[in-house]
């Protein structure tokens, strides 16, 4: 079955007419507005901001024990690791504040955001190490460790803003977006998974006796710790692991396909507030 | 779920002229047949595959008599004998986006996740629920 296809039939679900999909240019508020409209639609029950909360805004037992656990949240110490790296100069005497707007505080809902220099989306991910770079020290794993304490910080200072992802009227930011949202209604692997099968067709529902988080608001909560990994994981790592786990073959953290995969999915939850760092089973 | 299974329905005949894959399903069915008498032995090995994560893992999506912890994504897998041939049952195994192209189900024998002798001893298990 071709890519087109799978995407029309998902569209189809989505509510889109094939006249969105043969629209000559992207329209993606109103692709954001069908997404969200559809999550909402779906879920009468829960609340649009609540949606930041993944499996727990779905299932009231996992979201009593969930709300035990963040009195000792399981993310509390690479937080804390975080805010001491992000202070700390790098050799040259400058620091992570000198290379964010707002010295860094406050920011995460804006990313990742298109640089019209480049001509690509930049993640906060990337622009994490790209600073650390300019400043002659070496880049951190994408997946985990101090990446994650960073990013930990980073969204904790912002949240409860709400994501504001900017597409600007640029045919190559337009393309990013489109890229991304056809990878994520693409099928691939083994499983035959595309990212929308279980996220969008299938939130709520139980896999063994995991509950499947909604797309609407998933990466609100980035980084997370999950008991699974018994550590804390990136954006990039929630998707290189979805793409094993659906025995796809996983790219490479900050590749372009994710970057763009990454914009779209950050995109269609705008409005939602920044939850991270976030806690999962 | 069920609506989606008579959408797929719907769409299953004009695929089934065009498909290849639906004749290689026929084919292995009467493989199948002359095999029924091994079928019991068949239910068991059937069942093994079916609760195995690296094999149908059919728990993780499917509600299964005798199953622990089942997923909730697929239908209940009850009185199947009554609702499905052999034929209809190994070619959902084999797979089920011929019948109905949104469905999350994996192609198990289209992508060789299970061999034929596999999804011949799944369809044995099937059949007894």
């Given amino acids: ?126 622009a994490l190490n790209r600073c650390r770079e300019a400043n002659g020290e070496a880049p951190y794993s994408y997946v985990k460790d101090e990446m994650a304490s960073l990013t930990a910080y980073m969204a904790y ?30 099928r691939r692997g083994q499983l035959n998974f595309s990212c929308a099968s279980c996220h969008v067709q299938s939130p709520g529902e139980r896999i063994r006796a995991e509950i499947l988080a909604p797309a609407l608001g998933i990466l609100n909560a980035m980084p997370i710790y999950r008991s699974e990994w018994s550590g804390m994981g990136t954006t990039s790592r929630r998707i290189v692991t979805c793409n094993s786990q659906t025995r796809a073959v996983p790219l490479e953290p900050q590749s372009d396909e994710y970057r763009n995969l990454e914009y779209y999915l950050s995109y269609v939850s705008n409005g939602l507030p920044v939850s991270g760092p976030g806690a999962r089973p | 779920m069920r609506t989606a299974l008579a959408l797929g329905l719907s769409l299953a005949m004009p695929l089934l002229v065009m498909s290849s894959l639906a004749m290689s399903s026929l084919a292995m069915s009467s493989l199948a047949m002359s095999a029924a008498a091994h079928a019991q032995s068949g239910a068991a090995e059937g069942q093994k595959l079916a609760f195995d994560r690296g094999k149908g893992n059919c728990l993780t999506c499917h509600e299964i008599k005798g199953g622990d912890l089942p997923g909730s994504i697929g239908p209940k897998l009850e009185n199947l004998k009554g609702r499905y041939d052999r034929a209809e049952l190994t070619a959902i195994l084999n797979d089920e986006t011929v019948r109905n192209p949104s469905t999350v189900m994996p192609p198990f024998g289209r992508n060789r996740i299970l061999t034929e002798q596999e999804i011949s001893a799944i369809v044995d298990f099937l059949q007894t629920l």
């Fill in chain 1, 1 to 126: 079955m071709s890519a087109m296809r799978v995407l029309l039939a998902v569209a189809a679900t989505l509510g889109l007419g094939a006249a969105a999909i043969a629209a000559d240019k992207p329209d993606p508020a109103a692709d954001a507005k069908a997404f969200q409209d559809y999550f909402v639609k779906k879920f009468p029950k829960v609340a649009f901001d609540d949606f930041v909360n993944g499996p727990y805004s779905m299932n009231a037992d996992m979201r009593r024990q969930w709300e035990e656990k963040e009195q000792f949240p399981p993310y509390e110490f690479a937080l804390e690791a975080g805010k001491e790296m992000f202070a700390k100069p790098f050799k040259n005497g400058k620091t992570y504040a000198d290379c964010f707007p707002n010295g860094g505080i406050g920011i995460r809902q804006n990313y990742p955001y298109f640089d019209d220099k480049e001509g690509k989306v930049i993640t906060l991910e990337l």
């Fill in chain 1, 157 to 186: 200072t912002s949240r409860g803003k709400r994501f504001d992802i900017k597409i600007p009227d640029d045919p190559r930011a337009l393309d990013a977006f489109e890229k991304g949202k056809e990878y994520f209604y693409t």
